[in-house]
T-cell receptor
Framework: SQTIHQWPATLVQPVGSPLSLECTVE??????LYWYRQAAGRGLQLLFY??????ISSEVPQNLSASRPQDRQFILSSKKLLLSDSGFYLC?????????????FGPGTRLTVL | AQSVTQLDSHVSVSEGTPVLLRCNYS??????LFWYVQHPNKGLQLLLK??????LVKGINGFEAEFKKSETSFHLTKPSAHMSDAAEYFC???????????FGKGTKLSVIP
């Protein structure tokens, strides 16, 4: 069976500091990978998705970036965090050519920027 | 264009009574629709998925949803609420050719003992 891991589970960072969140998937190969942010009052927002190693699509302009160094690893980064980057970050994986195929979510990372 | 509207931001039921969480969608084409549940500080868990094979979809934990094209609705129901059902529920739409999911704003379900 497939499992998806995220770490860290929680993170408190000062404004202006860098960020690295990691997501890994087990039990499948060549998945589509997604990063979402869930902020209070703003719902779930797709940030990035990747259909293969080195292939990243950005949905929302911001000071975040994503990378996929390995088939089942997806990393979300920032060089300098803003207060507005606070939120709950969710990684998801799926298969298929579009969003009609089910996406399975990880446990999430709670990021607080102070 | 596609949109998903959850009609109630908060629903409160007594333990053992039925649950109804309402969702309407608008789409220019036949959508795929999902219901996910999120417990506090947890990820989203898939409850069920509609893909046009059957209008009544059974999911996990006793939940089911019925796709009604004439009403453009996809309401989630459960015959008898359990305390562990207290969580936030998201109705989600997906369209062919896009990686973007369309999320409803969520319905918070409270279960009163």
């Amino acid at each position: 069976s497939q499992t998806i891991h995220q770490w860290p589970a929680t993170l408190v960072q000062p404004v202006g500091s860098p960020l690295s969140l990691e997501c890994t998937v087990e039990g499948t190969s060549n998945p589509n990978l997604y990063w979402y942010r869930q902020a209070a009052g703003r719902g779930l927002q797709l940030l990035f998705y990747s259909v293969g190693i080195g292939q990243i699509s950005s949905e929302v302009p911001q000071n975040l970036s994503a990378s996929r160094p390995q088939d089942r690893q997806f990393i979300l980064s920032s060089k300098k965090l803003l207060l507005s980057d606070s939120g709950f970050y969710l990684c998801a994986w799926g298969r298929g050519r579009d969003s009609t195929d089910t996406q399975y979510f990880g446990p999430g990372t709670r990021l607080t920027v102070l | 264009a596609q949109s998903v509207t959850q009609l109630d931001s908060h629903v409160s039921v007594s333990e053992g009574t039925p649950v109804l969480l309402r969702c309407n969608y608008s789409s220019s084409y036949s959508p795929s629709l999902f219901w996910y549940v999120q417990h506090p500080n947890k990820g989203l868990q898939l409850l069920l998925k509609y893909t046009s094979a059957a209008t009544l979809v059974k999911g996990i934990n006793g939940f089911e949803a019925e796709f009604k094209k004439s009403e453009t609705s996809f309401h989630l129901t459960k015959p008898s609420a359990h305390m562990s059902d207290a969580a936030e529920y998201f109705c989600v739409g997906a369209g062919a050719g896009s990686y973007q999911l369309t999320f409803g704003k969520g319905t918070k379900l409270s279960v009163i003992p």
